[in-house]
């Protein structure tokens, strides 16, 4: 469906939402991206077990391309108060080159774009490398200047 590009150099990424046709890629990603969890929690993460079709249908639902091929995916879930990061998947060769803060800045721009003061991740995330992305470049107050913004989402508003 996709081609992979031969060298991972970032060139040109691009950011678009997901359609129903890009289902089996946005599993894809998502599967290979939270796959390292089966073993730590004896089952499928969350994310994995998702009906992709149905959250593209139903939610906010972006893929992170490079070169037109894709990357990462990331769901929000639109809520009343704020905007809910239900999941953030980078596939794992490509994990630590800065593509999932690019998905979380992405986020935060739709919050303010629907008019939602605040965006939240999801409550299973409480730890590993996601509660380092979001602790170091993200906060839940996605109103606030830039500089106000780094370094003030707490370990507790992950949990």
Not at 26 to 41: M, N
Not at 65 to 74: A, K, M
Not at 121 to 136: D, F, K, Q, V
């Amino acid at each position: 469906m996709f081609a992979e590009p031969e060298a991972y150099t970032f060139r040109h990424l691009d950011i678009r939402r997901a359609r129903q046709e890009d289902a089996e890629a946005v599993a894809e990603i998502t599967d290979s991206a939270y796959g390292s969890y089966l073993p730590l929690l004896g089952r499928k993460p969350q994310p994995m077990t998702a009906d992709h079709r149905r959250m593209i249908g139903e939610n906010d639902v972006w893929l992170l391309f490079n070169e037109n091929y894709p990357v990462g995916v990331l769901v929000l879930v639109d809520e009343p108060d704020s905007l809910l990061i239900y999941s953030v998947a980078i596939r794992p060769e490509l994990q630590g080159r800065g593509l999932g803060r690019r998905l979380l800045g992405w986020a935060e721009q739709q919050a303010r774009r629907v008019g939602r003061p605040r965006i939240r991740p999801t409550p299973r995330w409480s730890g590993g490398s996601h509660r380092a992305i979001l602790s170091a470049q993200w906060t839940c107050c996605a109103a606030q200047p830039a500089a106000a913004r780094q370094r003030q989402l707490t370990e507790a508003a992950c949990c």
